[in-house]
């Protein structure tokens, strides 16, 4: 029997969409540990409230979801796995995230590609009255995994950042990037302060690279 | 009168209520399964909460409903385990249980032959809770008993979108080895059940309480 496909109304004000990079196993069992310890030791609960991953849009959109996994889908068809390197804790505004923006030569390409890729695919699909503060244009975009996201008081950051950095090598320091997501990410209010206290989410389609 | 009487009672004659009989991994076992309970959890959401609802363990007697006394069941029990001594479990890995379904197969032992002593072991208390089994019970009759029987660890129960079996497969894969690759058999438990809907979705609402402990050889 085929289940049921999630029942996502985009136009729910509730609603946002998220299409991740999913970390193999050592990473995602590696950056699942920091956040329970990011809980215990800091209160910090928000990147917890997320499963493990590298983000590669984040947005608002009109169209149903299956439209947006359509869209997406031809961007990631053909499209070959490809190396990640871990660089390790940084600070990231008020949060504190691995960067895995780079390689040796400078900006991984093969990851700002899938981001404006995907970004370009996505883009006639998402409202511009909703969403503009959810775009993340080719220029901004800097790939990362959080370990704790807008940290609470801020001035505790820079203490987050060094015991994230006692904690290294958090993940291994390259793994392969080979499977995207699309999620259905809720939360009853994105503008309140506490917006991550209501946050749910549903994986809704997935893509293996190669 | 056997000890947790007053416990017991709130389970009798519940038709509400599922029993089960199950191995209790050893701490090494436990804490590799709990973390991948975990870490799934944490990675696919709500698509991976079932196996995690469970403590970790490996079936010998699966969900039974029952209107005996819980007393009754465990001196048949006491009765049925004497001279059931300790032994070595192997650990081979994570394999497929249809497309909904990953557990670790703990019914073999290194060369694929059937771990005498867990067969054995689930065949003296099936045998001993049968005729408790209520005959309304809903899962016994499809059980996997007897030659049918596969002891297993479960790490992935229940998938509801089957799309996404291959990759969390992949993922549980990466993982090994999940757990030390042979543990010893020496806890065995009863425990109760309770959940909102026995006959469908019943993982979203699972409770459970141990009501008894033995160890093997003890």
């Given amino acids: 029997m085929k289940a049921q496909l999630p029942a996502i109304d985009s136009r729910d004000p509730r609603v946002r969409f998220g299409?991740?990079?999913r970390p193999p196993y050592a990473m995602s069992r590696a950056v699942a540990a920091m956040h329970e310890l990011m809980r215990r030791q800091f209160g910090q609960t928000r990147a917890g409230k997320y499963m493990p991953h590298a983000t590669i849009g984040f947005f608002q959109a009109d169209a149903p979801w299956p439209d947006l996994a359509a869209a997406v889908a031809p961007v990631l068809a053909?499209?070959?796995?490809?190396?990640?390197?871990?660089?390790?804790p940084i600070a990231m505004g008020r949060s504190v995230?691995?960067?895995?923006?780079h390689d040796d030569g400078g900006v991984n390409a093969a990851l700002q590609a899938l981001h404006d890729d995907a970004h370009a695919a996505l883009s006639p699909l998402i409202a511009d009255d909703l969403s503009?503060?959810?775009?993340?244009?080719?220029?901004?975009?800097?790939?990362?995994?959080?370990?704790?996201?807008?940290?609470?008081?801020d001035w505790l950051r820079d203490e987050i950042l060094a015991f994230a950095r006692a904690a290294e090598p958090i993940g291994p320091r390259r793994f392969l990037a080979e499977y995207v997501h699309l999620y259905a990410v809720l939360s009853d209010d994105w503008d309140a302060d506490d917006w991550s206290d209501s946050l749910m989410w549903e994986l809704l389609a997935s893509w293996r690279l190669g | 009168m056997v000890e947790g009487q007053e416990r017991f009672a709130a389970?009798?004659?519940?038709?509400?209520?599922?029993?089960?009989?199950?191995?209790?991994?050893?701490?090494?076992?436990?804490?590799?399964?709990?973390?991948?309970?975990?870490?799934?959890r944490r990675q696919f959401g709500q698509l991976a909460v079932t196996a995690g609802a469970f403590m970790p363990h490996a079936t010998l007697k699966g969900f039974y409903?029952?209107?005996?006394?819980?007393?009754?069941?465990?001196?048949?029990?006491?009765?049925?385990?004497?001279?059931?001594?300790?032994?070595?479990?192997?650990?081979n890995g994570p394999i497929a249980y249809g497309r909904s379904s990953v557990v670790i197969n703990v019914q073999h032992d290194e060369f694929g032959e059937t771990n005498p002593a867990i067969q054995r072991l689930h065949e003296v208390a099936f045998a001993a809770l049968s005729p408790f089994?209520?005959?309304e019970c809903n899962f016994t009759?499809?059980?996997?008993?007897?030659?049918?029987?596969?002891?297993?660890?479960?790490?992935?129960?229940?998938?509801?979108?089957?799309?996404?079996?291959?990759?969390?497969?992949?993922?549980?894969?990466?993982?090994?080895?999940i757990g030390p690759r042979r543990f010893q058999a020496e806890y065995v438990h009863l425990y109760a059940f309770r959940s909102d809907d026995w006959t469908g979705d019943w993982g979203k609402s699972l409770t459970w309480e141990m009501l008894h402990s033995w160890k093997l050889g003890g």
Avoid: K
């Fill in chain 1, 19 to 21: 299409l991740y990079l």
């Fill in chain 1, 78 to 88: 053909g499209r070959a796995p490809f190396a990640v390197q871990n660089h390790g």
């Fill in chain 1, 97 to 101: 995230v691995l960067d895995i923006h």
């Fill in chain 1, 132 to 153: 503009d503060r959810f775009r993340w244009p080719s220029d901004r975009f800097q790939a990362h995994v959080t370990l704790a996201q807008t940290i609470r008081p």
């Fill in chain 2, 11 to 40: 389970y009798e004659g519940d038709p509400g209520v599922r029993f089960g009989f199950y191995l209790r991994p050893s701490y090494a076992m436990c804490n590799a399964q709990a973390e991948m309970h975990a870490l799934l």
């Fill in chain 2, 65 to 91: 409903r029952s209107d005996a006394a819980v007393g009754d069941m465990i001196v048949a029990l006491d009765a049925a385990l004497i001279g059931q001594q300790p032994f070595t479990v192997v650990n």
């Fill in chain 2, 133 to 135: 089994v209520h005959p």
């Fill in chain 2, 141 to 177: 009759p499809v059980e996997w008993a007897g030659p049918a029987f596969f002891a297993h660890l479960t790490l992935l129960q229940g998938l509801p979108r089957t799309e996404f079996f291959d990759e969390i497969f992949a993922f549980i894969q990466e993982a090994e080895p």
